[in-house]
């Protein structure tokens, strides 16, 4: 197996997971709950309130990993993987093996362009 197919089959699996977790999430999201939130308790509003805030917080970021996934995918069909989107030169291998989903070598990503 070549370490594109790994990184390939790796990223897929995180992809399935995180869309897994944001399934979850949206379950577990008071808001979307079928069964009505007992609402005679006092602070139960605001226990709505900040766990709908959380989950918001939690899938914003589980989605933000999720167009990471997609976007490294697709410059793997595209033959572009690995490939810095500042410089264009090669990223560094260490660091795909580290962070599969970066799009930056290390010399761009220090110079503050978020990744
Ligand atoms: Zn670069």
Redesign the pocket.
């Known amino acids: 197996m070549g370490t594109m197919d790994k990184i390939k089959s790796m990223l897929l699996n995180q992809q399935k997971k995180v869309e897994e977790e944001i399934i979850l999430l949206d379950k577990d999201d008071p808001v979307n709950s079928e069964a009505p939130v007992e609402s005679s308790e006092p602070g139960t509003d605001s226990w709505v309130a900040d766990t709908h805030t959380r989950t918001v917080a939690v899938k914003k970021s589980l989605q933000d990993i999720l167009i990471k996934i997609k976007r490294a995918l697709q410059s793997m069909a595209s033959g572009k993987y690995g490939m810095?989107?500042?410089?264009?030169?090669k990223?560094e291998p260490e660091r795909l093996d580290a962070v599969p989903t970066a799009t930056?070598?290390?010399?761009?990503?220090k110079k503050g362009s978020k990744n």
Do not use: D
């Open positions: 810095c989107e500042n410089c264009g030169r990223i930056l070598c290390i010399n761009c990503s």
